[in-house]
């Protein structure tokens, strides 16, 4: 888009309204047609304006959501447009920062001088346009990237309930991670939860590459979702500069939440759950824009809390569908002390064979095997029940367990490669492969030799 092109898009001629009434949380405007999308500003009878954003229609007035508290608005007040479409300053400047939804940095720190924009709200690459994703990337997580390998571009769902571990491993994952650049969105997380997070879980080391948004609990709703666009926006910056990305987004529910409440706010329909149809049409526009393409790469995991760990829940289950694969947190395994807490057997990467060679296949497929079998067979185990030689898989998966264990714990300041998880899944394919042909040789050994 040319300058002159953009300069009309973002400064149009004056528009104002007038507040009519207040429905809710968001504000009915006459007399004034502003667009979807539209940011305003609302004048109030005491102290500064208050910014919204325009979310729907109803009969012949405009809805606006603020952006703030609407104490001392009043019915007459004036509202002006401020600009139609949603841009953002970006930079390489914004690394080591951390911003709010409107990329202003929040971090007591100097404000970066910032000279480039881009659209909040882009379409995702055509899908003619996507370089197939053939290339691993290391996630730094032992267990993720020997059995559930991430390639470059490709979106993964961090599924769990509250309190097993999430955050604590997307902060392992940004200090570790082979990509070049790290955007961390923080949505609807709690304020204090901010600072244990980038302190704590993130890092110097992590900091350093990343861009953190954050939009707290208490922020309007339009602010909660616009982060997620703005943390989106910035991966994309970063994607066409010739970056491999890793997006981290804790959490894509928080989103859909929040734009749930501007749904319901404007009026529509509630539907599974109370969440209303503009929830499921937005899922797939924010996820699908990230991936793969001629210039660079946004490989994503976006959180998602399962309510009461229901598999079927319906934001788990849209947005299941739509990603590249899953990640399966559990409380069983958390309660144990068991970090990180993954379910492998409910885990997949959709293009993990896509991007590994053939014994690391074979080795995923027997530590897979090893794993299930003691599964199936753990309550015999556990009480003497189960006798040896009944099942070879059993014997050898109660002769590695404490190597399978080992492989799948991992220390939060333990740092790990796919070239390092895959050597080690070979040595315990190997392990199990030898437990297997003994019994073999045993037999043979113990056969009559013929006269």
């Known amino acids: 888009m040319s300058l002159t092109a953009q300069l009309d898009a973002i400064m149009p001629t004056a528009l104002t309204g007038t ?8 504000v009915a405007v006459a007399g004034f047609p502003a667009p979807v ?31 703030g508290d609407l104490s001392g608005v ?14 953002v300053r970006v930079g390489p400047q914004l690394l ?33 346009e996507r370089p197939r994703i053939d290339q691993p990337l ?28 999430k955050s604590v491993l997307l902060g392992m994952m940004s200090r570790y991670t082979a990509a070049d650049v790290n955007v961390i969105a923080l949505i609807g997380e709690r304020g204090r939860e901010m600072n244990d ?26 602010i909660r979702v616009r982060a997620a666009m703005v943390a989106t926006s910035i991966a994309e910056y970063f994607r066409d500069a010739g970056k491999d990305v890793l997006l981290l987004m804790d959490s894509v529910t928080r989103v859909a939440m929040a734009q749930r409440e ?28 990230a991936g793969r393409s001629a210039l660079g790469s946004i490989t994503a995991f976006y959180s998602v809390l399962v309510e009461g760990e229901d598999e079927n829940d319906p934001i788990a289950d849209s947005v299941r569908g739509i990603l ?9 395994l958390a309660s144990k002390g068991h970090f990180p807490a993954i379910d492998m057997l409910s885990s997949i990467s959709r293009l993990a064979s896509d991007i590994t060679n053939r014994s690391h296949q074979q080795a995923v497929a027997a530590f897979r095997e090893l794993v299930s079998a003691y599964r199936e067979n753990e309550d015999l185990i556990s009480i003497g029940a189960y006798r040896r030689g009944s099942n070879v898989a059993v014997d050898a998966a109660i002769d590695l367990q404490d190597v399978l264990t080992a492989f799948l714990r991992q220390q939060v300041d333990e740092r790990s490669t796919v070239e390092q998880a895959a050597a080690e899944l070979t040595k315990i394919a190997l392990a199990y492969q030898q437990r297997k042909n003994a019994p073999r040789a045993a037999a043979v050994a113990a056969a009559p030799t013929a006269p």
């Open 324 to 332: 590249d694969g899953h990640v399966w947190l559990v409380r069983r």
């Open 138 to 165: 290391s996630t730094g997580v032992r267990a993720i990237d020997g059995l559930l390998t991430c390639g470059k571009g490709q979106r993964l769902g961090i599924f769990s309930g509250s309190g097993v571990g």
């Open 74 to 87: 009043r019915h007459g007040n004036k509202v002006r447009l401020v600009r139609t479409t949603r841009y």
């Open 96 to 128: 080591g920062r951390v911003v709010n939804a409107r990329v202003e940095c929040i971090d007591d720190r100097p404000q970066p001088a910032l000279t480039e924009r881009t659209a909040v709200d882009r379409s995702p690459p055509r899908p003619i």
């Open 262 to 289: 501007i749904g319901l706010s404007a009026g529509e329909p509630p539907t599974t759950r109370g969440y209303t149809p503009s929830v499921f049409s937005m899922l797939p526009k924010l996820l699908e824009r």
């Open 197 to 222: 997070f980038i302190e704590r879980d993130l890092g110097p080391e992590g900091l350093a590459k990343s861009v953190v948004v954050v939009a707290t609990s208490d922020e309007p709703a339009v």
């Open 19 to 26: 507040v009519v009434r207040t429905l809710g949380t968001t």
């Open 37 to 67: 999308g539209a940011t305003v500003r609302i004048a109030r009878q005491a102290g500064v304006d208050v910014e919204g954003e325009v979310v729907g229609f109803r009969d012949d007035a405009t809805l606006v959501f603020p952006f």
